[in-house]
């Protein structure tokens, strides 16, 4: 039996924190009264509580925050603590987004604080003498620019392709070469322990539940319209991916896999300064365009930016579904174009307030318009004889895509670990869709029609959410707790009209013509304290979340499940402790249990055609999945990380391909009993040569899909599944760098009932500097073996179907990036906070 593995690369320490995210290794459950009908009274005693903690003690730590010399914070900046006595090292991290920095459980001794940032010269802090249970709070450390010296100094490095730090694993895009032209869907494949499956559902260490946030915002998105978007948005906006397995009491409950967070890049550069980047791409039939551009103007109070990205592009594909019911085949094979165009706008600005505070806003807009053509075909007949017929359906969809996301962000920190992050947020999504879809039955040679039967449906969906969030934390007991709360509601509009063709006439029929309306409310309030003695970290957490939901179909045909209303509250616990063992090995266990909600679209009861034999429906009354997990991990010399976990999800729920009516079947969502999943994640970055870096990974995992729907309907399926991910960056000469990267997925389990074959793919691409570093051209080919197509076998409920598709994955891609600004910027951009290596050249 396999068990997945997962690998982590780069540094132990928390590199890069989310200004709203709490670095997490699991939580104990707080053992507080809730009551059912109004549970924020919990949160409303623990805050009450952390208000006045300030008397019961202090911890023996060291505090403080770094500013330039306009007192502005220095995020990010690598702060050090050292022994006075021999200069080593104690422990190490990055300081926050409002520069602020803490030192915790350190015993009685000496010490001094180095600190150096990207364009600073490194300052040393004065000896610091430390009692027990002594707090030595520094206001400030003001760091000096490198102005006089940056057309001296050369500095080379950049940071590692993952990094691993104790709640995360970091995919930093900027550190891969064949990430130029990649979608952000696309970029998921390459983060470890991620699959994008043949319905672009994203699977996280086996588990289909993964919740994907934007800058650490969860997306109210369905699974396919947040697939369509993830593939507007181009690498050259995407900062970093961040994949958090068992996020801590402060995240939302939602995601039985966990949490991938994708950070959009964000300049801090002072002065004004910007990036701008075109690229081409030909795939097997056709060409595709993109490019962006980032400006940036930041000063003493306050930083403003601005970005634009684009993807101008023809796709084609194709799907293939061939089944067998009641005696007879349908061998069906479908090809399809695309002409889309795809926008992304985000602007905003950080107003600095004293030197605690700070104001943001931020509004993010993104629109797709696209036109297909698909080209349908299904020959028809008895199995094991000729085919009677073929039915002919070359649809035409019209389509757009739109949505506008506005935020209002307050984050206060002090010098005493005391900090506040508000954020209030508003988001509208709408989609239009308008199907024709027709469909004639000839004779076997195709020149006769039997009969003919024309549809067209229009398609109008609108989403409003509104969220309210607040996260407390400060030092307590000489630990660290924090609180919060969220308050979110989200309301879904889905008009569907369903109209019968004949001739040029559009004829509404009312039979099958519906409106379908969601409201879902949450209510969320947390609690989570953490804490080290000596070698030993451990952090425990409780969040309670009271849920509140309503689905109404509107229909000429009133249904049974038309009308459906739920409201229930649940308790997650999270735990989790580590020991670091000594300098080269530490140990960690994690708890977490978690929920997963059914979308909008999984709830609509009505039905929907695919085509003339195939429809989807929803389930109005479909459970959430909840889903408890434990992970025991390694970590040796910050690298080498082995990753073993088990999770069971109850009332787990997945698409099910069903028949019905003779010679139709069907696509519901479908609650089953269990889904069990075993898993074993390795990881290892190392080098060949100096000039020649390696990151490996394997993830394995065992999952067991259980369901019993009646006689001749039940599921049972086991696979054992490897995924195997390597990456090589090699440094040439003359300022070329080469990039080979590939995976391997072995046969697994997709969409409930199917068994899909193996699926791998590769990229090669390669990098060259120009203008004096300032710019970079990059060509890259992806899939050269054009593997990266899928094939699954299903056989449930009377129905036995192959499925099969694939894209324009084979694509030729050419790529510049040009960097502008000020001489300071332009030498700070050659620097990397992240990175552990330099060298300099004084000329």
């Known amino acids: 039996m396999f068990v997945g593995v997962r690998t982590t690369f780069g540094s132990h320490n928390d590199r890069w924190r989310l200004a709203d995210t709490q670095a997490s290794n699991g939580a104990v459950a707080l053992n507080q009264p809730i009551n059912n009908h109004n549970p924020m009274k919990t949160l409303l005693f623990i805050s009450l509580l952390a208000a006045t903690s300030q008397a019961f003690g202090q911890m023996a730590s060291i505090r403080g925050v770094v500013h330039d010399v306009r007192h502005q914070a220095v995020p990010f900046s690598t702060v050090m603590l050292l022994s006075a006595a021999d200069s080593s090292l104690v422990k190490a991290q990055v300081s926050s987004d409002s520069g602020t920095y803490t030192f915790d459980a350190l ?56 990094e691993i730090t104790p ?23 390459k983060a470890p322990g991620v699959l994008v499956d043949p319905s672009d559902n994203i699977v996280l260490q086996g588990k289909n539940g993964a919740r994907v946030y934007i800058d650490g915002k969860l997306s109210p998105l369905t699974q396919g319209d947040l697939a369509t978007y993830l593939k507007t948005v181009l690498a050259s906006d995407v900062e970093a991916i961040e994949i958090i397995s068992h996020p801590s009491a402060r995240y939302d ?94 602007a905003g600005a950080d107003f600095f307030i004293g030197t605690k505070s700070t104001l943001g806003i931020l509004v993010n807009t993104n629109n797709r318009n696209s036109d297909s053509q ?43 670990g005391r900090t506040l992050n508000v954020d209030a947020d508003y988001g509208h999504y709408n989609a239009t869709g308008n199907n024709y879809q027709p469909n004639q039955y000839r004779d076997p040679t195709e020149q006769t029609i039997l009969q003919e039967r024309n549809y067209r449906m229009r398609t109008l969906t609108n ?33 569907f009209n369903f109209f019968d063709v004949s ?62 209303e739920r409201n229930y509250v649940n308790l997650f616990p999270s735990a989790g402790v580590t020991y670091n063992a000594n300098a080269n090995n530490s140990y960690s266990v994690a708890f977490s249990r978690r929920i997963d909600r059914p979308s909008y679209q999984d709830l609509n009861p009505f039905e929907s055609k695919i085509d003339e034999l195939t429809y989807q429906k929803g389930n109005a009354f479909l459970l959430p999945q909840y889903t408890s997990s434990l992970e025991i991990s390694h970590v040796y010399k910050y690298k080498l990380t082995t990753t073993l976990g088990f999770s069971r999800t109850t009332d787990f729920f997945t698409s099910i391909t069903d028949t019905t009516e003779g010679n139709r079947n069907f696509i519901t969502t479908r609650n089953l009993s269990r889904q069990d999943v075993v898993s074993l994640a390795v990881g290892y970055p190392f080098s060949i040569a100096k000039w020649w870096n390696v990151y490996a990974s394997l993830t394995a995992y065992h999952s067991n899909n259980r ?96 499925a099969s598709g694939g894209a324009e994955t084979r694509q030729l891609r050419i790529n510049f990036t040009y960097n502008f600004g000020n001489n300071q910027v332009k030498a700070a951009r050659r620097r990397d906070a992240g990175s552990t290596e330099e060298s300099k050249r004084i000329n």
């Not at 709640?167 to 494949?189: C, F, P, W």
């Not at 080919?781 to 409920?797: A, K």
């Open 107 to 162: 015993p009685a001794g000496s010490y001094r604080v180095s600190v150096t940032g990207v364009g600073y010269l490194q300052h040393y802090s004065d000896i610091l003498a430390l009692a027990d249970s002594q707090l030595v709070s520094m206001t400030t450390i003001e760091l000096s620019e490198l102005t006089n010296q940056l057309n001296e100094v050369k500095v080379s490095g950049r940071k590692p392709l993952l």
């Open 167 to 189: 709640d995360k694993t970091v995919l930093n895009v900027e550190a891969s070469i064949t990430a130029a032209g990649s979608s952000a869907l696309e970029l998921l494949q």
């Open 253 to 346: 409950a939602s995601g039985n896999a966990g949490i991938i967070n994708i950070r959009l890049r964000k300049n801090k550069n002072f002065g004004t300064n910007g990036s701008v980047t075109v690229g081409l791409a030909q795939g097997r039939f056709y060409p595709k365009q993109n490019g962006s551009l980032s400006l940036n103007h930041r000063t003493k109070g306050a930083n403003f930016f601005i970005n634009y990205s684009n993807r101008l592009a023809r796709d084609w594909s194709y799907i293939n579904f061939y089944r067998q019911q009641a005696g007879m085949y349908y061998d069906q094979k479908s090809e399809i174009t695309t002409w889309s165009s795809a926008h992304n706008l985000k």
């Open 374 to 416: 698909t080209e349908g075909r299904t020959p028809i007949g008895v199995i094991g004889r000729p085919n009677t017929s073929v039915l002919i359906a070359n649809n035409h969809n019209i389509a757009s895509r739109g949505n506008v996301n506005a935020n209002l962000n307050y984050q206060y920190a002090d010098t005493t």
């Open 463 to 495: 989403i409003n959410l509104y969220t309210l969030k607040a996260d407390y934390q400060q030092p307590l007991w000489k630990g660290k707790l924090s609180t919060g709360f969220k308050l979110s509601s989200v309301t879904t509009g889905n008009n």
């Open 503 to 564: 001739s040029t006439q559009d004829v509404l029929n009312t039979d099958r013509t519906n409106e379908f309306t969601y409201t879902e409310r949450v209510s969320a309030g947390y609690a989570s304290f953490e804490q080290q003695v000596k070698k030993i970290q451990w952090q425990a957490g409780l969040r309670v979340e009271q849920t509140y939901s309503h689905g109404l179909l509107s229909s000429i045909n009133n249904q049974a499940d038309g009308n459906v």
């Open 707 to 802: 369901a019993d729907f009646g006689p001749g309907r039940t599921i049972n399926l086991n696979a054992n599944v490897l995924n195997l991910y390597s990456q090589h960056s090699i440094s040439l000469p003359n300022k070329w760098s080469l990039e080979v990267s590939a995976y391997y997925t072995s046969p697994s389990i997709w969409g409930g009932t199917f068994l899909n074959r193996r699926y791998w793919g590769s990229t090669i691409g390669a990098s060259h500097k120009v203008l004096k570093d300032q710019g970079t051209l990059a060509i890259t080919l992806t899939d050269p073996f054009y593997s990266q197509q899928w094939r699954g076998v299903s056989q449930f409920g009377g129905l036995y179907m192959i």
